[in-house]
């Protein structure tokens, strides 16, 4: 299961990701992290069995956790099936399957090539 | 006894009695997906008993592509010179109420997210497009300016013409450079990290009958969800090179948004997906031949656009089946590939014509002539030429070695002529570049040490034999001033500095 984390001013500097692996145990993958002086936002690969304990020591922390279930939703009446979107998604969110595109949204860490790859633009991150 | 065996007739039949099928509902019609295994089981002449009509189909990004508006005239009348539909410029200098617009002009609103195609296809959506109109005024048409809205049943006509479509097949493309490029081939990810390739392969018109035994001026086919024409070769016709297209036109109220879409390539700019299909009457062997190919034979080059070069590197040659795969090999690597074309619509295409000949709405029609079979696409005659980077370029460019420290990095910058000083190896090759900024920024940090430790190590660079227009916008994207010139073992030959781009551009107008 995918974890948005949206890290707040205050704490962006502690060493939060550290901290909640230690007291978890929890095998954790970070896909995607954008992170400056004010503020972060890290997207995260969890198992399905830590991931109530991982959000709950996040929320703990102070970090606002978001499950991302759908991180991509593609709008059937747009699309048309080219594949514009297959290649250049790092973590193959998209295939063909009879040459109509399917998507796998436990794949998508919301890195938004797509979104502007897409030449129909049918494509949108949710909660972005 | 001997035997005299007669010789072999060639299956045939004449399209009048193809026709006569299609009214009477007796007509076998198959798409060209479906023709290589009936060939292959039959054979030629058991396909010509067998079959009367190959649909094929394709829909892709086709950016030459627009349509003809008559808007009627108004009272008092006006002879429009410069229109907008939606805040998109279409060409007014056609009559007094004929515009032409294209599908690649961006909006003046929206810019490129918003177009000529997004306007084709509010039209045929039965969407309310705002026109406005500027006059010249003259005694018989007196009127200034125009405002207005219209629907696309308000317009006395509209019709499509597109100059170039359906392309016989189109190079792939991929990028060797070390930057994102967004191209009308879609996003092409740094050192080869895809394919992208267009086109239907077994599916694709002309790829079903090359040598122009039926297709040609005048010949009825699928355009955009109506019936359209081919009207003659399109424009960039190449046939001797394999890449043969089409000029189309129809009927674009006839048309449907399901066949005709709007499209935005990523810092590129707007196209339309165009749906066309041409029906291939199977008259004789020879076209029953040529519409069993197969995606594995219709190959296209692979090429480098990391190279911002007419001419630009092939890397290797891959048939539409290998690129299908997900798949192709490039030095050694696989690479992704993807599509941007639809191979999903393109059936939708073939089966949609399938249907109407199947149901008697569509009568295939007789060429007026094949189209050419002859001819390659020219380059531009380039008369005015701006000249190349060796030609402007800096010779007497001083570097440093890697292990020189900055304070003998600063003397050396003070006695050159150039704000940039490249850090080369010991056998002269680009490593680095410091700036006189970074050595301002070393010394005010108090961190003294070495060149390798401050130099930036990703160096554009430019190559003595590119225009110095690339150059140009290379330091513009990146924001530098000054590029280190290389040769080809990336060995600093010279320098090429923003001011003397602006000195050449000062000079040119001045005379």
């Given at each position: 299961m995918k974890l948005m984390l949206r890290v707040a001013p205050g704490i962006v500097r502690k060493p939060l990701i550290a901290s909640v692996i230690l007291e978890t145990g929890a095998l954790i993958n970070i896909e995607r992290a954008s992170i400056d002086a004010v503020s972060g936002e890290i997207v995260l690969d969890v198992s399905d069995d830590k991931c109530r304990q991982v959000k709950d020591a996040f929320e703990r922390r102070g970090v606002d956790v978001i499950l991302l279930?759908?991180?991509?939703?593609?709008?059937?009446?747009?699309?048309?099936?080219?594949g514009a979107c297959i290649a250049i998604c790092p973590t193959g969110t998209f295939r063909f399957d009879d040459w109509k595109v399917v998507t796998d949204p436990g794949k998508c860490i919301q890195c938004g090539a797509c979104v502007t790859a897409c030449p129909h633009r049918a494509l949108q991150l949710v909660l972005r | 006894m001997e035997k005299v065996q007669a010789p072999a007739v060639e299956a045939e039949k004449s399209l009048s009695e193809i026709n006569e099928r299609i009214r009477d509902g007796s007509v076998r019609v198959v798409t060209a997906e479906e023709m290589p295994a009936i060939v292959e089981e039959l054979g030629p002449d058991g396909a010509v008993r067998e079959v009367d009509v190959v649909t094929t189909g394709t829909f892709g990004a086709m950016c030459s592509s627009g349509v003809f508006l008559n808007l009627g005239h108004s009272d008092p009348p006006i002879k429009i010179s410069r229109a907008w539909l939606n805040r998109v410029e279409a060409y007014g200098g056609v009559a007094a109420v004929d515009l032409f617009l294209g599908?690649?002009?961006p909006s003046e609103d929206k810019g490129i997210e918003y177009g000529g195609a997004h306007v084709i296809e509010d039209l045929v959506s039965g969407r309310p497009v705002d026109v406005i109109g500027e006059g010249v005024g003259t005694d018989c048409y007196p009127r200034m300016e125009i405002e207005t809205t219209l629907h696309l049943e308000d317009l006395n006509q509209a019709l499509m013409v597109?100059?170039?479509n359906a392309y016989q097949r189109y190079n792939a493309a991929t990028n060797s450079s070390e930057r994102t490029l967004h191209t009308y081939?879609?996003?092409?990810?740094?050192?080869?990290?895809?394919?992208?390739?267009?086109?239907?392969g077994v599916l694709n018109p002309i790829s079903n009958d090359p040598g122009f035994e039926y297709i040609g001026t005048g010949v009825r086919i699928f355009l955009g969800g109506a019936q359209g024409y081919i009207v003659g070769p399109g424009t960039q016709h190449s046939p001797e090179s394999g890449f043969a297209t089409l000029m189309v036109a129809g009927d674009l109220k006839r048309m449907t948004s399901e066949f005709l879409r709007a499209a935005t390539f990523t810092r590129?700019?707007?196209t339309l997906y165009v749906g066309v299909g041409v029906p291939i009457p199977i008259l004789n062997e020879r076209l029953a031949l040529s519409t069993a190919v197969r995606d594995e034979d219709i190959t296209v080059p692979i090429v480098d656009y990391g190279v911002q070069r007419r001419e630009r590197p092939v890397l290797r040659s891959a048939s539409?089946?290998?690129l299908r795969s997900g798949f192709v090999e490039i030095n050694g690597k696989e690479v992704p590939t993807a599509s941007l074309s639809s191979f999903h619509m393109a059936r939708r295409v073939a089966g949609t014509l399938k249907e109407w000949i199947e149901r008697g709405e569509f009568l295939l029609t007789e060429q007026a002539e094949p189209l050419?079979?002859?001819g390659v696409i020219r380059p531009m005659k380039q008369t005015k030429e701006l000249p190349y980077v060796g030609d402007v370029m800096n010779r007497d460019v001083v570097t440093v070695g890697e292990n020189i420290s900055v304070p003998e990095a600063a003397r050396v910058i003070v006695g050159s002529r150039f704000d940039h000083l490249p850090v080369v190896s010991d056998d002269g090759k680009l490593m680095g570049i410091i700036t006189t900024w970074d050595i301002s920024k070393a010394v005010a940090n108090g961190n003294i040490s070495r060149v390798s430790e401050i130099m930036t190590r990703r160096v554009y660079s430019a190559t003595p034999d590119e225009p110095i227009e690339l150059a140009a916008r290379t330091m513009d994207i990146h924001s530098i001033s000054a590029l280190p010139v290389v040769d080809k073992d990336n060995r600093v030959i010279g320098m090429i500095t923003s001011n003397d781009l602006s000195r050449l551009f000062a000079g040119r107008r001045s005379r």
């Amino acid at each position: 299961m995918k974890l948005m984390l949206r890290v707040a001013p205050g704490i962006v500097r502690k060493p939060l990701i550290a901290s909640v692996i230690l007291e978890t145990g929890a095998l954790i993958n970070i896909e995607r992290a954008s992170i400056d002086a004010v503020s972060g936002e890290i997207v995260l690969d969890v198992s399905d069995d830590k991931c109530r304990q991982v959000k709950d020591a996040f929320e703990r922390r102070g970090v606002d956790v978001i499950l991302l279930e759908i991180p991509v939703m593609r709008n059937e009446e747009e699309c048309v099936h080219c594949g514009a979107c297959i290649a250049i998604c790092p973590t193959g969110t998209f295939r063909f399957d009879d040459w109509k595109v399917v998507t796998d949204p436990g794949k998508c860490i919301q890195c938004g090539a797509c979104v502007t790859a897409c030449p129909h633009r049918a494509l949108q991150l949710v909660l972005r | 006894m001997e035997k005299v065996q007669a010789p072999a007739v060639e299956a045939e039949k004449s399209l009048s009695e193809i026709n006569e099928r299609i009214r009477d509902g007796s007509v076998r019609v198959v798409t060209a997906e479906e023709m290589p295994a009936i060939v292959e089981e039959l054979g030629p002449d058991g396909a010509v008993r067998e079959v009367d009509v190959v649909t094929t189909g394709t829909f892709g990004a086709m950016c030459s592509s627009g349509v003809f508006l008559n808007l009627g005239h108004s009272d008092p009348p006006i002879k429009i010179s410069r229109a907008w539909l939606n805040r998109v410029e279409a060409y007014g200098g056609v009559a007094a109420v004929d515009l032409f617009l294209g599908a690649t002009q961006p909006s003046e609103d929206k810019g490129i997210e918003y177009g000529g195609a997004h306007v084709i296809e509010d039209l045929v959506s039965g969407r309310p497009v705002d026109v406005i109109g500027e006059g010249v005024g003259t005694d018989c048409y007196p009127r200034m300016e125009i405002e207005t809205t219209l629907h696309l049943e308000d317009l006395n006509q509209a019709l499509m013409v597109n100059p170039r479509n359906a392309y016989q097949r189109y190079n792939a493309a991929t990028n060797s450079s070390e930057r994102t490029l967004h191209t009308y081939m879609g996003t092409l990810l740094p050192r080869f990290g895809n394919v992208h390739y267009s086109g239907a392969g077994v599916l694709n018109p002309i790829s079903n009958d090359p040598g122009f035994e039926y297709i040609g001026t005048g010949v009825r086919i699928f355009l955009g969800g109506a019936q359209g024409y081919i009207v003659g070769p399109g424009t960039q016709h190449s046939p001797e090179s394999g890449f043969a297209t089409l000029m189309v036109a129809g009927d674009l109220k006839r048309m449907t948004s399901e066949f005709l879409r709007a499209a935005t390539f990523t810092r590129y700019g707007p196209t339309l997906y165009v749906g066309v299909g041409v029906p291939i009457p199977i008259l004789n062997e020879r076209l029953a031949l040529s519409t069993a190919v197969r995606d594995e034979d219709i190959t296209v080059p692979i090429v480098d656009y990391g190279v911002q070069r007419r001419e630009r590197p092939v890397l290797r040659s891959a048939s539409y089946a290998e690129l299908r795969s997900g798949f192709v090999e490039i030095n050694g690597k696989e690479v992704p590939t993807a599509s941007l074309s639809s191979f999903h619509m393109a059936r939708r295409v073939a089966g949609t014509l399938k249907e109407w000949i199947e149901r008697g709405e569509f009568l295939l029609t007789e060429q007026a002539e094949p189209l050419p079979r002859s001819g390659v696409i020219r380059p531009m005659k380039q008369t005015k030429e701006l000249p190349y980077v060796g030609d402007v370029m800096n010779r007497d460019v001083v570097t440093v070695g890697e292990n020189i420290s900055v304070p003998e990095a600063a003397r050396v910058i003070v006695g050159s002529r150039f704000d940039h000083l490249p850090v080369v190896s010991d056998d002269g090759k680009l490593m680095g570049i410091i700036t006189t900024w970074d050595i301002s920024k070393a010394v005010a940090n108090g961190n003294i040490s070495r060149v390798s430790e401050i130099m930036t190590r990703r160096v554009y660079s430019a190559t003595p034999d590119e225009p110095i227009e690339l150059a140009a916008r290379t330091m513009d994207i990146h924001s530098i001033s000054a590029l280190p010139v290389v040769d080809k073992d990336n060995r600093v030959i010279g320098m090429i500095t923003s001011n003397d781009l602006s000195r050449l551009f000062a000079g040119r107008r001045s005379r």
